[in-house]
Every structure is written in structure tokens, then in C-alpha cells.
């Protein structure tokens, strides 16, 4: 496998990791329009759940990307 078939697997996986915090911020951008600032409220902890969900799930993401790597090798 070469530089180029790595990198057409990194460079989604990386773009996907980036823009999962940013789910957040357009959630606060659109609900930030509405009048009643206990509707920002719910959407930051309601972010803030579901960041702490993928990241703590992450580890399987991450443990299966290395076991598949080290299955592919052999």
C-alpha cells in the first residue's frame, strides 16, 4: 500500500474528527436567533453530551482502526 491509498483513508477520517465540535456551533448560531437564551441552554448541554459520547467511544474507533492495520499486515 502506498502514500497515496493511506492518505485517501486518513484525510476523510481527519476531516470528520474536525467538524464534529463545530456541529456545536452551528446548532448555538441557529438557536441563538430565537428569543428565549434557555434555548441556547439546552443546545450546550445537549453538545455537550454529545461530545463526551464520541469522544468517550472514540477508543473504538481508534482499537479497531489498529487491529484491522495489524490484521492487514500479516
Known amino acids: 500500500m502506498n502514500h497515496l491509498a493511506y492518505l485517501a483513508l486518513a484525510i476523510p477520517l481527519t476531516i470528520s474528527t474536525m467538524t464534529t465540535p463545530l456541529l456545536g456551533a452551528v446548532d448555538t448560531a441557529v438557536?441563538?436567533?430565537?428569543?428565549?437564551?434557555?434555548?441556547?441552554?439546552?443546545?450546550?448541554?445537549?453538545?455537550?453530551?454529545f461530545n463526551t459520547l464520541y469522544w468517550v467511544f472514540g477508543f473504538l474507533r481508534v482499537s479497531t482502526s489498529a487491529f484491522a492495520a495489524q490484521m492487514f499486515h500479516y
Open 31 to 49: 438557536v441563538g436567533q430565537l428569543p428565549d437564551p434557555a434555548y441556547i441552554g439546552g443546545v450546550a448541554v445537549g453538545t455537550l453530551i
